[in-house]
């Protein structure tokens, strides 16, 4: 999988997120070994600079569909990092992360473990409600208190997207409604879930509104 990092056409997805690797930074100025997680991997951009950070400190969950996470997980063995653990989804039309952050919240509530797993979440799967607000509710449950949480393609939308908005894939219409096509997902996720939550507060990563394509939250208690 990390062969594709260099590839140029990946360059897009290519570049990891300075956002996650500068709250990781956050986090570990507080706890050397941290537990993280990555909702969605992509081609590892991402994952294995959060790897590089954590040097086989604490541990790393990540959550993706099956095929590419043993492909990436083949490649950060290899690169010696022994802290990563898979959370794997089929291809099945309702299968998703959600039924694999389900199957651990619930795991860890049956066996009387605190269910405050992650000391950083880094949500950026499909970026849709049916896959993201279920997500973004069962990570809420799986942070710890005071843990940060990062939340890509905040502004992202059908409509906006090269490759799915309507003229380019008319097929869209048949999934989505007009409105559905419309609205950013991830905004709207943010809005009912975490900005009316007095257990949540909004960190400033440098956006200024409205030009906002992450949000980050931590959970109470707040650092100041
Ligand atoms: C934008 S990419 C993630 C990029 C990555 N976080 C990075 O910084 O490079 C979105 C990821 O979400 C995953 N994803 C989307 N829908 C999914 C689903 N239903 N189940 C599992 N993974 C999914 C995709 O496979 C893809 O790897």
New binding site residues.
Partial sequence: MLERLTDPRNAA?AK??AH?LALLDRVLARDPAPVIC?V????G??TVELCRKLDNRGRILL???ED?LTDLGTDLVGLGFTNVELHA?TRRRYD??NWSLTTLLQARRQSGDDPALFDFV?L???HAFH?DAPAAMLLKELLKPGGLMLL?DYDWSFAVSPTMNPQKNPDIRLDYTEAQIETPHVRLICDLFFDHDPAYRKVEIGYRVPFEHRRAYQKAPFDD
């Fill in positions: 997805i990891p997120n996650a990555e969605g991997v992509g081609i951009a991402t959550f993706d569909f590419r989804n998703n992360y880094f950026d799967g499909g896959h890509d």
